[in-house]
């Protein structure tokens, strides 16, 4: 699986901004999918995560309320709405992708695929 994630950009405080992440090689239908963040100098973190049908989503509590996740499984892409932004939600976006029983929905070691990262940039 190779997941290509778009959307990211420069923009202001209180703004929005839809990420995707596309997904080839083959169907992500039912695979779990999660967004995660890194910002400089910080480790990796969980952003959001939704299960192969969309049923289940998932949360960072800094993030709840704010951000959307959600999927389209006939188009193989998943989304990350982000609303409301602040200065500190700046950082490199990845999505990624797991088949099967996850250890943990909002662990990094527990996806096997990983896509290359957007930049989104949240000014003040």
């Known amino acids: 699986v190779q997941l290509q994630a778009s959307g990211g950009g420069l923009v202001q405080a209180g703004g929005s901004v839809r990420l995707s992440c596309a997904a080839s090689?083959?169907?992500?239908?039912?695979?779990?999918m999660g967004w995660f963040r890194q910002a400089p100098g910080k480790e990796r973190e969980f952003v959001a995560a939704i299960r192969w049908n969309g049923g289940f989503t998932y949360y960072a509590d800094s993030v709840k309320g704010r951000f959307t996740i959600s999927r389209d499984n006939a188009k193989n892409t998943v989304y990350l709405q982000m609303n409301s932004l602040k200065p500190e939600d700046t950082a490199v976006y990845y999505c990624?992708?797991?088949?099967?029983?996850?250890?943990?929905?909002?662990?990094?070691?527990?996806?096997?695929?990983w896509g290359p990262g957007t930049l989104v940039t949240v000014s003040s």
């Open positions: 990624a992708a797991s088949s099967g029983v996850l250890s943990s929905t909002r662990s990094p070691s527990a996806y096997k695929h």
């Open positions: 090689g083959r169907t992500v239908s039912s695979y779990t």
